[in-house]
């Protein structure tokens, strides 16, 4: 099985993802990235001083998290929500309910420079 880190799709450190302005405060956004057959997936939060990036890959059943482009967040924008069995994780990639209950969203090092996200 390849790793989210093995992916040939996953972008390499430096790529502009998008300016830090275009992220809603809390809010997230998801990109793509393909390479011949394989596809990389990956979404980053913003809320506050918090900046991370995931990728976009639940620890329960490996599907992508959102049912809708973009839309990583519950309502009320305090924890990330799995939209294939419900799971609940806080901001910090720690899931807090659900069937995958104490694991962790795989991380996507992201990095803010010069008013934009980056991959780290
Ligand atoms: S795939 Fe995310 S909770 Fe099942």
Redesign the pocket.
């Known amino acids: 099985m390849t790793t989210a880190s093995e992916n040939p799709a996953r972008p390499s450190a430096g790529l502009r993802l998008c300016g830090f302005d275009e992220l809603a405060d809390p809010g997230t956004r998801g990109f793509r990235f393909r390479a011949e057959r394989w596809l990389f997936a990956g979404f980053v939060v913003r809320a506050g001083d918090l900046l991370a990036g995931y990728v976009d890959s639940?620890?329960?059943?490996?599907?992508p998290?959102a049912a809708l482009d973009d839309r990583y967040l519950t309502r009320d924008a305090r924890h990330i929500l799995?939209?294939?069995?419900?799971?609940l994780f806080r901001l910090d990639g720690t899931c807090v309910a659900?069937?995958?209950y104490g694991q962790r969203l795989t991380d996507w090092p992201v990095a803010l420079k010069d008013g934009a996200v980056f991959t780290a």
């Open positions: 639940c620890p329960h059943a490996q599907w998290l799995c939209s294939g069995h419900g799971a659900g069937p995958c």
